[in-house]
């Protein structure tokens, strides 16, 4: 019976692996061992970045809002709280479009969160 070896499957994968590692510097993309530990790191790093960025994204929407809200003296805590009480249910990412592409609509909301905040002190 022949003797069986893997030559031809290590290949492929090695081969697999450096087209991956490309462009790294150095043993990076030369270096199997070094290139393996680094693809890996990377995996790594891509699934934590893809769950980070909603985060960052979500933050850029809250910095967007309270840079408009600024313009009309108000808080954004205070105004989320406001249509909360308003039950006018619209997403961060909507709001801060809002805010750039439709200044009208958002001056109207700013200015239903103000009457609702001061009916809310009035009581």
């Not at 590692?21 to 680094?38: I, M, P």
């Not at 009480?85 to 001056?107: C, H, P, V, W, Y």
């Amino acid at each position: 019976m022949p003797r069986a070896t893997y030559a031809v499957a290590r290949h492929q994968r090695k081969n697999r692996l450096m087209k991956s590692v490309k462009g790294y510097r150095g043993g990076r993309s030369k270096l199997l061992r070094t290139a393996k530990e680094t693809y890996a790191r990377a995996l790594r790093y891509a699934f934590e970045g893809r769950r980070d960025k909603k985060g960052d994204f979500r933050r850029l929407w809250i910095t967007r809002i309270t840079a408009a809200l600024r313009g009309y003296d108000m808080l954004y805590s205070r105004f989320i709280h406001a249509l909360k009480n308003l039950n006018i249910q619209i997403n961060r990412k909507e709001l801060s479009e809002m805010a750039i592409a439709d200044t009208q609509g958002f001056a109207k909301l700013v200015e239903l969160a103000k009457q609702n905040l001061a009916t809310a002190v009035a009581k």
